[in-house]
């Protein structure tokens, strides 16, 4: 994006960080003194985001200093994974060896990132701990009545293996385990039959059991069209093989079109890229069949016409700011959460689709998502959350994740850019959309940056400097900037 000035800004933060010292965010604006630290890490946050951002930094900039931070926060990180079975500890604390029942995609989705660090550093180790964890989980000891084909659910226990429960779904708490299986493939060449294998059964599962495709007529008097509009879902049991499926189209679940994008076209499989757009499709017609344009965090779909409700286009001001189903009602269908929370997966699997299939739909449908993103939620510092996407007007939550900046924006921002820069061919993109080389490292571009002194680098963040200082002992100066870092 060239963005020089800002990349130093965050260059300055990234070199001064101390990876030994953690605290904990709820204290941080309370009256105590100083913030209370935390002394354990979410494992997996700190990864995908973190590692990866690091790791991807170095991939784009060819600045050594990101490369540096990495091996030094994975160095830091390698001891979690010393348990029985190698699986890390979620919250990882030094010392402790305990794992326990553990969410899949937190011990699924770390391949990638270590994976790459191996790669650049020529340093196996890295590799060595999370292939450590495929293996277990490519084994044949996951053997249960309850299972369903080769998916897994969302909760699972390494050391008692037989200890399923949960959701079998492509969402949340198991959605980038799945992801990270194809991806991974990619990474490595395509010469790892492992994780192809692995892919391969886990989406024949899938389909068998969690997908499901509704045929919706015309109902509305009006149209003129008779063509029979296709919604497809991915939805997920909330048991074993005899639970019913539940005909869910959530946000969280929309990534899988991309995912199944990419592997039709690394395994050349026309049927799954069928699947893909197909799906892509679905998730954004959610956006489409509401008043603000914006996708609910997750909707059940009426297998029955008792159930149904249609509705009409939406109009704003006499304008139409996204092309509704004209043709054909949607099918009857219910909100169960009807917030927007800036989420990437929908407008991801958009990018994928017009970066694999080259229709131009996809641009169009992806630029009236992201003018109803604009319009719907741009603030003066930021995108807001939206309360209900079926509400006019907008009830804004004063709140935007991290992952707004991370990964929506850079979608939305690629969608629309030059399709050779950060190429499907040449880059693999982790969890959080952080980029990674694919084969031989060249640098995007390399940075003019001004010189930095090495000893300075992990001397401690301005928070972390400041959250070790004694309210108490400081003068009446130092307590106004102090009031002013932490909000107090």
Request: proline share 5%; hydrophobic share 35%; with cysteine.
């Amino acid at each position: 994006m060239d963005l020089p000035k800002e990349y130093e800004y965050a260059r300055d933060h990234v070199r001064s960080i101390d990876w030994s010292k953690t605290l904990n965010i709820q204290t941080i604006k309370s009256q105590r003194s100083p913030p209370s630290s935390d002394p354990t890490i979410p494992f997996f946050e700190t990864v995908i985001r973190y590692l990866g951002g690091l790791i991807s930094a170095y991939e784009l900039s060819n600045d050594k200093l990101m490369l540096e931070r990495a091996e030094d926060l994975a160095d830091w990180l390698l001891p979690a994974f010393g348990t029985d079975l190698g699986f890390p500890i979620p919250r990882y604390k030094i010392g402790s060896q305990y794992v326990g029942r553990v969410c899949l995609a937190e011990m699924g989705s770390l391949l990638l990132e270590f994976t790459r660090l191996s790669q650049i550093t020529q340093k196996p180790q890295y590799f060595f701990y999370v292939q450590r964890i495929t293996d277990h989980l490519d084994s044949d000891q996951w053997s249960s009545e309850d299972r369903i084909g080769s998916l897994f659910p969302t909760i699972i226990h390494p050391d008692n293996p037989t200890d399923l429960w949960g959701y079998y779904t492509f969402g949340g708490m198991a959605d980038s385990y799945y992801e990270y299986l194809i991806k991974q493939y990619q990474l490595l060449g395509l010469q790892s039959p492992q994780y192809s294998k692995m892919y391969t059964s886990i989406l024949k599962s899938a389909k068998e059991n969690l997908k499901k495709t509704f045929q919706l007529e015309p109902t509305n008097q009006t149209q003129t069209s008779t063509t029979p509009k296709i919604i497809t879902i991915l939805g997920d049991r909330s048991g074993g093989k005899d639970s019913n499926l539940v005909n869910s189209l959530d946000h969280l679940t929309c990534f899988s079109g991309a995912m199944i994008g990419l592997g039709a076209r690394l395994l050349d499989n026309i049927e799954d890229l069928d699947l893909a757009v197909s799906y892509t499709d679905s998730c954004v017609w959610a956006y489409e069949s509401t008043k603000t344009g914006l996708g609910p965090e997750r909707m059940i779909v009426f297998d029955d016409e008792d159930g149904a409700e249609y509705w009409e286009p939406v109009k704003h001001e006499g304008e139409v700011y996204r092309r509704l189903i004209k043709e054909n009602g949607p099918p009857g269908s219910i909100i169960l959460d009807s917030k927007y929370a800036g989420r990437p997966e929908t407008i991801e699997s958009v990018l994928y689709m017009w970066r694999i299939t080259g229709d131009k739909v996809w641009q169009d449908r992806g630029w009236r998502m992201f003018t109803s993103w604009v319009e719907g939620c741009l603030t003066e510092f930021g995108f807001a959350d939206i309360v209900d996407v079926n509400h006019l007007p907008y009830q804004r939550s004063d709140k935007q994740e991290s992952y707004v900046l991370a990964e929506t924006l850079k979608y939305y921002y690629l969608l629309f850019d030059d399709p050779h820069s950060i190429s499907l061919d040449d880059y693999v993109f982790n969890t959080e959309a952080h980029p990674f080389k694919l084969g031989n490292r060249k640098a995007l571009r390399n940075y003019d940056l001004k010189e930095y002194k090495d000893e300075e680098i992990g001397k401690g963040s301005v928070l972390q400097v400041w959250a070790g200082l004694v309210y108490e002992d400081l003068d009446e100066q130092e307590k106004e900037i102090y009031r002013e870092v932490f909000g107090v």
